[in-house]
């Protein structure tokens, strides 16, 4: 049996994070220059033992000798239930990934597809897209507490995508080049704690929460329009609106502002966080002349790494580092 290897990309929220848990519209966005990639091969003499090898976490452990809330484990064993293969072949799967861990970008969720697309043509199973996606959020169920699944959607589909929980998964391709520079604060925050922290807000003033969340769900809404028209003025406003409602939930943090106020200095026309928050990544909206310039005052404030990424109409998403 040769090695399979697969891929699958980050992502970023262009709109709604936090709200799309609550069942509110959100925006999101391949990022194809950062990448989870998994190979599986046969583990010859391995009598059934699959044995997982991570390098970039350090990690070369059995499947059984994995914690069960390990997310490796929980998809490994759901792919298993789903193709019905009780009894795999063993095999040996690497891992490694180009995507910062803990900062907005998908990371978990890209690991998690990576390895069921792999795997699962290792067993001979093919899987529609849309069981891919199922069986990578039971990885993010473990790592992000009550996902609301658009990270597993958008790096599934891996294009543009237009996202309600349990409604609607609509992908859109835009009719102008949008651009992007997407800048790292360097600061892990793992997404489990700031949604636990917004659900414990909600649970103690919910009327005040859901407004918050309608009027996230309503930019959402908006802002898919000016994304496909390329109504970049609106489309800046829009962002910085969210992020004021952002800031509102208790998820910025002061790093995270100081990069957005560069970005707009910069001559971005809006920017905002992206993903769950309290640190971890930031976007900017640029046009098609100011991206180098936002990324390297964005360097200058402190980020410690930036991407230019850019929507086309043509593709799903193009970009460079
Ligand atoms: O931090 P990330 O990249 O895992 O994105 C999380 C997005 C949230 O809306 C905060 C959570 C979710 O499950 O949608």
């Given at each position: 049996m040769p090695a399979i290897s697969a891929n699958a990309p980050g992502k970023t929220i262009i709109f709604g994070e936090h709200a799309v848990v609550y069942g509110h519209p959100a925006i999101a966005i391949p990022v194809p220059s950062i990448k989870a990639q998994a190979i599986t091969l046969p583990h010859i003499h391995g009598q059934g033992v699959v044995r997982i090898i991570a390098d970039d976490i350090g990690l070369d452990s059995t499947l059984d000798d994995l914690?069960?809330?390990?997310p490796l484990r929980v998809v490994l064993e759901t792919l298993f239930n789903h193709t019905g293969i009780h009894h795999p072949p063993g095999f040996i799967l690497k891992i490694n990934s180009t995507i910062p861990i803990?900062?907005?970008?998908?990371s978990g969720a890209a690991v998690s597809v990576a390895v069921v697309r792999s795997v699962s043509q290792f067993l001979g199973r093919q899987l529609s897209l849309e069981e891919i996606s199922t069986i990578a959020y039971e990885g993010e169920k473990i790592l992000?507490?009550?996902?609301?699944?658009i990270d597993n959607t958008v790096i599934t589909y891996n294009c543009p995508v237009y996202f309600i929980r349990n409604l609607r998964i609509e992908t859109f391709k835009v009719n102008h080049s949008i651009h992007l520079v997407i800048g790292n604060t360097g600061v892990p925050a793992a997404t489990v704690e700031t949604v636990g922290t917004v659900r414990n807000a909600w649970k103690k003033k919910t009327d005040h929460y859901e407004e918050i969340f309608s009027q996230i769900g309503n930019i959402a809404i908006s802002g898919k329009e000016a994304l496909i028209q390329g109504n970049l003025g609106y489309l800046g406003a829009l962002m910085n609106q969210n992020q004021v409602l952002l800031r509102d939930l208790g998820v910025s943090s002061p790093k995270l502002e100081v990069l957005i106020e560069a970005a707009l200095s910069a001559g971005s026309l809006g920017a905002k966080l992206c993903g769950g928050g309290g640190g971890g990544n930031m976007i900017a909206l640029a046009d098609e002349t100011n991206s180098q310039h936002i990324a390297d005052e964005l360097l200058e404030a402190g980020a410690t790494s930036y991407i230019i990424t850019s929507l086309t109409p043509k593709t799903r998403g193009e970009d460079s580092i």
């Open positions: 914690d069960e809330k390990n803990a900062s907005g970008l998908g992000h507490g009550t996902p609301s699944g």
